[in-house]
């Protein structure tokens, strides 16, 4: 059996890759590329991948290798990333996480709508990679069933 592996998905700039190093206890530089990077906990997918709906059935096709999906929105650019109900696509659980909160608080209701309209329920994590805010709930969270 494959090791199952915490898929991450969120627009360009939104902290994928920040998210991905903490996760996988990586303490090296970014690397930003356009392919997809498997790291030892998680999947990182490439934003390219959500800005264009021809993607979404190799989105869904690498989730068969996911535990988790965790959706990003990024809480300092509100725009709508996501397609209506696209969380509905994935077999394993989908989690919404608002990045960057420590940078606009005040979007925090967008970010919520946003995650709603997407199909992502309860609970959502808010959360700041780059300061560690946040962190430890969402590892208990995709870590206490290991």
């Known amino acids: 059996m494959r090791k199952k592996r915490i898929m991450i998905i969120g627009p360009s700039r939104s902290g994928k890759t920040t998210l991905a190093n903490r996760l996988n206890e ?13 790291g030892k906990k998680t999947i990182d997918i490439p934003s390219s991948y959500i800005e264009n ?17 965790l959706l990003l929105v990024d809480s300092s650019k509100q725009h709508q990333v996501y397609s209506p109900g696209f969380a509905k696509s994935f077999q394993c659980p989908v989690i919404g996480v ?43 969270y995709l870590f206490s069933t290991e």
């Open 98 to 140: 608002i990045t960057k909160m420590d940078l606009m608080l005040e979007n925090e209701a967008l970010s919520l709508k946003e995650l709603k309209a997407t199909g992502v329920g309860e609970p959502y994590y808010r959360i700041s990679a780059l300061k560690g805010i946040g962190m430890e709930a969402l590892k208990e």
């Open 53 to 69: 709906a021809g993607m979404y059935k190799h989105i869904i096709s690498i989730s068969q290798d996911a535990s988790h999906v």
């Open 26 to 38: 990586y303490e090296g530089p970014l690397r930003r590329t356009q392919d997809v990077i498997y």
